[in-house]
DNA sequence: CCCAAAACTAACATTTATGTACGTACTTAC
DNA sequence: GTAAGTACGTACATAAATGTTAGTTTTGGG
């Protein structure tokens, strides 16, 4: 099954190679596609924004998932943390220029998405109509 | 916890708002940002292919992923299955228009994690020095 | 005759993602 | 004095994604 007919990891890393299986870029890819990886990037491309926030303008997510994903892309250096040791206590998360370069990217396919809703819809009720 | 403190249905598919939680724009999104979805839109960028070639070009995928990552795809109108009855079989899928439209953006993403990967890598590697 | 090829599907097992509930420590508002 | 806000971590439970294996069907090759 595994014939790993793949060329060799030393060149995978010079450029990134999307798909070879075991290429840094999927893991990367991962985080930003998340669930809501994107969404993060997008509320983070309006400024730096401290969790509670974050939290509430991205509708439906749990403290818990929004503590996770942050916590990914801060490890990928999409996006910085401080904290002010106040009470209550205060964080506030930054993206990075290389998640700024990230953000736009995402942004641009999330605009799209929304933009192009209704053809999404329109699509799916003619497949219902003739399928 | 629930508080439903978001805009009426009706406002939202007008556009797509994919803050809100029960926007329909959010599953188009997890589709096309799933782990294969990526990778399949930026194969059948290139053009028309069959199941096996797509199985071949992305590294790591299993037969049954592969199988329901273009089955969600084609849910959304995003490409279109053509089988022929012959033996054996040959299946092809093509990217929609909308398709088309979805790839470029899926793909300006991909290129750009690519051709990336150092930067993230070196992101890592500074973390490690001064965490 | 036996096996490979194609494009799957079904059944099952496992891993990962996500959610829920609770606790914390201190302050301000009511 | 009592509740709420803040930014989480932890433990547990469930849902979803993904993988593995086996089987299908018919033709052509060795």
Redesign the pocket.
């Known amino acids: 099954?595994t014939k790993n007919n793949r060329p060799p990891l030393t060149q995978l890393v010079q450029r990134g190679e999307l798909m070879s299986a075991d290429c840094p870029s999927r893991e990367i890819l991962?985080h930003m596609t998340?669930?809501?990886g994107v969404l993060v990037l997008m509320v983070l491309a309006e400024g730096t924004q401290?969790?509670?926030?974050l939290?509430r303008k991205i509708g439906?997510?749990?403290?818990?998932?929004l503590?996770?994903?942050?916590?990914a892309l801060e490890g990928d250096g999409i996006l910085q943390?401080v904290?002010y040791p106040e009470?209550?206590?205060?964080?506030e998360?930054t993206l990075t220029p290389l998640g700024q370069e990230a953000a736009e990217k995402v942004s641009a396919l999330a605009d799209w998405i929304e933009v192009s809703v209704p053809r999404f819809l329109q699509a799916r009720a003619d497949r219902v109509r003739k399928p």
Do not use: A
């Open positions: 099954m991962l998340s669930r809501w401290r969790f509670s926030t939290r439906g997510i749990s403290e818990r998932m503590s996770h994903t942050l916590q943390r904290s009470v209550p206590p205060r964080v998360y």
